[in-house]
Structures are given as C-alpha cells and as structure tokens.
C-alpha cells in the first residue's frame, strides 16, 4: 500500500485486512506503535471535527507527532496549477510545499474539498494528485473532490459491527441541504458498498446523478463481489425493506459553476428528501448513518437521528479505528 486515496486501488482481501486491523485496534487487542519517533503533516484546505481530531488522536495513540497546517490560515495560501504566473494570492508552490514538508514527516493527509466551480476538473481531483505527484513520501486522502476513502471504510465497519458480515441491502438516500455539498462521500460510501458486495440502491432526484464513469465502476465491483446496485427517483419506496439507511445531501454536476441554479432547483426538493420517521418505518428496521456534520430537521428528523437505530456516533468512533489501520499499513 503506498497511498490511500481511493477504496479501489485496494482488493478486497486488503480493505478486509484493513477492517479486521481496525477491529483489534478498537478491542485494544492491538497495541502497536509504528510511528514511534515519526511524524505525520495533517493538510486541511477546509474545516474539520471528525478527520482532524481522530487522525491527530489516532497519530499520537500509534506514537507518532501529528503536524498540522491549514494553507491560507497557518501556512502559505498554496498554488497547486504548473506554469501559473503566481502574481495573485498565492505565495507558495505546493511543488516547494510538499518537497520541503516530506523531509520532515512519514506521511501527508490531505484534505480539500471541490469547489463546486468547474466539473470536469475537479473531478479528476487536482491537488490530492499533485500531492501524490510531488511526494515520496505516503498520501492519505482525507475527504478529496471525489472521495472520502476513511470515512467509506468508518461506514463498512459500522456496518459490519452492527449487523454482521452478510451483504445487507443498503439505501444511498440524497438529502435536502440549503446549498449544495461535494460529492465525496456519497460517491466512497456507494463505492465501498459495492467493494463489499452489498446490494446498494441510490435514490436521487432527477439532476443528482452520480458520475457517470464512477457509477460504470460502482456496477463491476457490485457484480464481482456478489452484490447489486440500483437507482430510483422514488424517495418513498426507495426506503422499503432496506437495512441501512445512509443520507448524505450533494450537489448537481450539472450545476457546476452555478452554485446559485442549484439553491433554486432543490428549494422544489426540501419537503420530500427528508429522512423522516415515516420513511423508516417502510425499511427492515434498518440503522441510521450518516457521516456528520448533519442539519438536524433538514437531513433528518430528531426522533430519527435521536433514535436507538441511529449508529452516527459509532461511525464517527470508527474514524479514529480504521484511520490507525490505514497508517499502520502504510507505514509499517
Ligand atoms: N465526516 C467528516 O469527515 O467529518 P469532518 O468534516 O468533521 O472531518
């Protein structure tokens, strides 16, 4: 394993490697210290409770020194395009950045958002691969335009721990937010899903589509792990029979650079995409999940997410877990 940057550049037996690892570290059964004597730089682009606090928990915990920097706030605002006459607002190269930052630590996590601006850039997630570009040194990706891998892997062991190893029939249920959101997790969250072989249905309103690359790879891993995957429109029957229930709102591809046509459209959509005690009573008892931070009563309910089923908090929990996983493997 040199990066973790995305759930399919991994086999199945090493994302089940990577949770089993996992597990020993939450039952305390594994008290390896890999990092001993090492430091890790934490890059964050954009704000942050889960990833910042348990990498730098989970960091300290395999004895390591978590270093942290946020460009534009504690670091130089960063330049990640080659040839750009820097002449505006940005003082330093991520070239010269991550070449001077790997000298000092063992591995770099990156996060950094889409900026919702242009599609078919940020789709290609343009500074996580110039970080990897321009590092020798381990990159791991703490939620990137298009992925959010230590989450993913967070939501398949919480799945696992709650409901056993068996394919469980998993709903990917878009979600109303006043503005729009990346794309992330959903997209990690319906890719694992499908690594894993659980039969996956995504409900979405017209316009939400995933893309459309990404969702051709979501169907193979499906189909060669003995898993499913559908799409609907259909909010309500989306919910019924299902034993996971996983809201995430995200934003219209199609709405790229008109961050403003997307607000208009989904005001249309609020009253609907809404996890309500209604929806869950259609599914198999199923838990709740969703990655936080959430907006209560616009997400999902208070009796929903306040409920026994709800499982948000053990998701969180498992960051911290699988993330330890991640860096014992790279690093050991
Ligand atoms: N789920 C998640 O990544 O949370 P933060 O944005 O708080 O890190």
């Not at 001077?100 to 591995?107: D, I, Q």
């Not at 319906?190 to 995933?210: E, K, N, T, V």
């Not at 219209?252 to 009253?271: E, H, P, Q, T």
Request: aromatic share 8%.
């Amino acid at each position: 394993m040199q990066n973790f940057l995305i759930t399919s550049d991994f086999r199945r037996s090493q994302i089940e490697d990577l949770l089993a690892s996992a597990a020993a570290f939450k039952d305390g059964a594994n008290e390896l210290k890999p990092l001993a004597g090492r430091s890790v730089a934490l890059v964050f682009f954009n704000p942050s409770l889960r990833t910042r606090a348990s990498m730098q928990v989970g960091i300290y915990e395999l004895g390591g020194n978590p270093v942290i920097l946020e460009p534009g706030g504690t670091s130089w605002t960063l330049e990640h395009r080659e040839g750009v006459v820097m002449d505006g607002d940005k003082t330093e190269h991520l070239k010269e950045f991550v070449r001077v930052l790997e000298r000092y630590v063992s591995a770099i996590g990156v996060r950094t958002f889409a900026e919702l601006k242009d599609w078919e850039t940020e789709r290609t997630d343009p500074i996580l691969n110039a970080f990897v570009e321009h590092s020798t040194k381990p990159i791991i990706n703490l939620e990137s335009a298009m992925h959010h891998p230590c989450q993913s892997m967070a939501d398949m062991m919480t799945i696992r721990e709650k409901l056993g190893p068996e394919k469980k029939k998993v709903l990917l249920t878009w979600a109303w937010h006043p503005k729009p959101l990346p794309m992330a997790v959903p997209n990690s969250f319906a890719l694992a899903s499908a690594q894993f072989g659980h039969d996956l249905r995504i409900a979405h309103p017209d316009g939400y589509a995933l893309d459309e690359e990404l969702a051709e790879q979501i169907k193979g891993h499906a189909t060669a792990n003995g898993g499913s995957v559908e799409f609907t429109n259909d909010v309500e029957a989306a919910f019924d029979g299902v034993d996971v229930v996983y809201a995430k709102s995200w934003g219209s591809k199609d709405c790229y650079g008109n961050v403003d046509k997307d607000i208009a459209f989904r005001l249309g959509l609020r009253k609907d995409w809404i996890v309500d005690q209604a929806k869950m009573a259609r599914t198999n008892d199923a838990i709740f999940m969703h990655c936080l931070p959430v907006r209560r009563n616009v997400i999902v309910t208070d009796s929903v997410i306040d409920s026994p089923k709800s499982v948000v908090i053990d998701q969180a929990e498992n960051r911290l877990h699988v993330q330890k996983a991640v860096l014992t493997e790279l690093l050991k």
